[in-house]
Every structure is written in structure tokens, then in C-alpha cells.
């Protein structure tokens, strides 16, 4: 978990990290309060932000799902940090957080329309539209994950089946990468030198570089992954009519191993091919710290 202090220009003058609890619940609520508070021995604060993975409340206060963290739904997180060291905070979806950092500060400074995808464990999304963040009626706006790209297809974390995260997220890549090694292991072993020489040893970073210095495997398991990236973003692009597609995440470090499949997809499953205008897809600009910039200028907001 990271805390920062930042400035009104986007500059974090101060960060703090600590170990996220695996039990989650109260003992990462502990854990946040004490970083809030860490941080507030050296700097006042007008205004305390929150950004976590998940579905928060249209109050901003509560987490109504938290898919990867334990104990945390349901759980009125703004209180809880309240209550242990009496700081007021509000808590924002990551993807949102992000978004807005990249809005704001990032890539897409200035952009009246702009979705943001988030390619991690899972697909985060957010949609900023006309110049504001896209929230919906309960706070749990575009949630771009948790769209059905295949019926009856790979289970998802959120119950159902076929979800756009099954496809084009991280964990899709190894699994990807994992069903090519399986139809032709002797093909794989550089592949698999990088981790403990196992599949399960495997981890994303590894496919990227490798791609990167030019394997195979790992190129076609970017590639595929691209492809579903870019045709979710071609449903998007007519549902929203974005100026700009940001994507984070750490597969971007694969660059145009990733975006070029990803335009290709894009433009073939577009319709009114040739007719509806295309965003911009670029890598997002600010890392790790979108997440803790954006949730520390909506908190100001």
C-alpha cells in the first residue's frame, strides 16, 4: 500500500509504503490510518484520498465489492479511518483515480473525453466524460471488466462468464502464454528459464521481456491479448466517443507488442468502418502513482 503527499501541480513530496495485510478488513484499515497518519506528522493536509480496487459507493465512502480483498465489502472504509485516527477521507475506484491523474497531470492533460483502461491482475476502467468523471447513479460506472465478450465463456472472478478482464487482462496473458507451452513444450524452454523452469513459475514480467528480446511464445501471447483489448475498445470507442484510449498497467512496457494488435483489433471490429472516428490508444504516463495523484486531487474536489 502506498501513501503520498502531493501538491496542487501533481508532485508527490512525500510517500510512505507499507506491506498490504492479507487478512484485509480492519487490519488494513489500521494500516491506512497509520500511513495517513505517518504522513501527516510532516505535512498538513487539506483534503485525504483513497484510491482501492473495487466498487465504491456513489458517497464515496464505502467499498461495495472488493473482489481481491478480504473482508472489505460492504465495509464503510471512509469511517472505519475515521474512527482510528479521526482523519476524513473520501475513496475512489482505482481505475477512476487513475484516470483522472492521467486527465489532469498525465497523458491525456486536457482531455474533455477520455476512457482509461487498466490492465493488471484483472480490467479496470473509467470514463471521463465532457470533461467529468462518470460515476452512474450508484457510483460503480464503467466498470469495462465486467463486459460480456464471449457468452458461456472463461468463469470470472464476478460470477459470470465471458468477461472482457477473462480475455485482455495480465492474467489472461499467462494463461494465454500457458496454453501455447502446452501444445508445444520443447518450443518453451527459454520461456520458461525465466521463471523456476515450471509454468507456474511464469510471471508477467517475464512474458514481456521476453517478447521483447524477441521469443516467439511470448509475442504471440501479447498479440492475442491485443487483439482482445483492442476489440473491446472498438465497442467502447461507440459507446463513449472518446478523444483518447489511455492504457496502464504494467503490459505496456511491452509498447507496440501490445498496441499494435490492440489498433489492428480496434479498427477491424469498429463499426462504420471507415466512417466513425478513432481514438488515440497511448501508454499511460504516470505509472504506479496515478492512482495515488488522482485519488489525492478528487479528494480535493
Request: net charge negative; proline share 3%.
Amino acid at each position: 500500500m502506498l501513501g503520498g503527499v502531493v501538491d496542487e501541480t501533481g508532485k508527490i513530496l512525500r510517500s510512505h509504503r507499507r506491506d498490504t495485510p492479507p487478512e484485509g478488513g480492519a487490519a488494513l484499515n489500521q494500516i491506512i490510518a497509520d500511513v495517513i497518519s505517518e504522513l501527516l506528522t510532516t505535512h498538513d493536509a487539506e483534503s485525504i484520498g483513497i484510491s482501492a480496487a473495487g466498487l465504491v459507493s456513489s458517497d464515496r465512502e464505502t467499498m461495495l465489492g472488493a473482489p481481491n480483498i478480504k473482508d472489505w465489502d460492504g465495509v464503510n472504509i471512509a469511517k472505519s479511518i475515521f474512527d482510528i485516527c479521526g482523519a476524513r477521507a473520501i475513496v475512489e475506484n482505482d481505475a477512476n483515480s487513475a484516470a483522472w491523474a492521467e486527465r489532469v497531470y498525465g497523458v491525456g492533460k486536457g482531455a474533455e473525453n477520455l476512457i482509461m483502461i487498466t490492465v493488471g491482475t484483472g480490467v479496470g476502467g473509467a470514463a471521463i466524460v465532457d470533461g467529468n468523471l462518470l460515476r452512474g447513479a450508484n457510483g460503480t460506472g464503467a466498470e469495462f471488466g465486467h463486459m460480456k465478450v464471449v457468452p458461456g465463456g472463461e468463469l470470472c472472478g464476478c460470477g459470470i462468464r465471458g468477461c472482457f478482464e477473462k480475455y485482455s487482462s495480465g492474467s489472461a496473458l499467462m494463461r494465454h502464454a500457458r496454453e501455447a507451452i502446452n501444445k508445444d513444450p520443447t518450443s518453451a524452454n527459454g520461456l520458461l528459464a525465466r521463471g523456476n523452469g515450471t509454468v507456474e513459475g511464469l510471471l508477467g514480467a517475464h512474458i514481456t521481456q521476453a517478447a521483447c528480446e524477441g521469443d516467439q511464445i511470448a509475442i504471440n501471447a501479447l498479440a492475442t491479448t491485443g487483439d482482445w483489448l483492442g476489440a473491446g475498445i472498438a465497442t467502447l470507442a461507440m459507446l463513449f466517443d472518446p478523444a483518447i484510449v489511455v492504457i496502464g498497467g504494467g503490459v505496456v512496457d511491452a509498447g507496440e507488442l501490445l498496441f499494435e494488435p490492440a489498433r489492428k483489433a480496434m479498427m477491424r471490429e469498429m463499426p462504420f468502418a471507415g466512417k466513425h472516428p478513432v481514438p488515440k490508444l497511448v501508454a499511460a504516463e504516470l505509472g504506479n502513482s496515478a492512482g495515488l495523484v488522482g485519488a489525492a486531487d478528487l479528494a480535493r474536489n
